[in-house]
Nanobody, 126 residues
Framework: QVQLVESGGGLVQPGGSLRLSCAAS????????MGWYRQAPGKQRELVAS???????NYADSVKGRFTISRDNAKNTVYLQMNSLKPEDTAVYYC????????????????????WGPGTQVTVSS
């Protein structure tokens, strides 16, 4: 009923930049928080950045000053601009959305649901 699809991952040299996008589609009434997580081999999934529907942001200490999260509520899309990339940023990046299900003007229930995208690989290497 709801799908999240990430794009924009790839291979980049240290110091380079990438921009990730994640579009949510399907039976969506409204989206609360959206976020980006990442998981490196052998490590737990960790929060990279999140953004509320009013635009308040939160970042992991390791990416502050280098990454910027933003969203387009009209397109149900969240972005992650990643600058000054480091080898330790190498991971699979996952998009997350916390949302109310429903259609235009119709909400299915007051319960929110969390959805994840399939992930996109980011590799920082020379």
């Amino acid at each position: 009923q709801v799908q999240l699809v990430e794009s924009g991952g790839g291979l980049v040299q240290p110091g380079g930049s990438l921009r990730l996008s994640c579009a949510a589609s399907g039976r969506i009434f409204s989206i609360n928080n959206m976020g980006w997580y990442r998981q490196a081999p052998g490590k737990q999934r960790e929060l990279v950045a999140s953004i509320t529907n009013s635009g308040s942001t939160n970042y992991a200490d390791s990416v502050k000053g280098r990454f910027t999260i933003s969203r387009d509520n009209a397109k149900n899309t969240v972005y992650l601009q990643m600058n000054s990339l480091k080898p330790e940023d190498t991971a699979v990046y996952y998009c997350n959305a916390d949302l109310f299900r429903g259609g235009i003007g119709i909400i299915d229930s007051l319960k929110t649901y969390a959805y994840w995208g399939p992930g996109t690989q980011v590799t920082v290497s020379s």
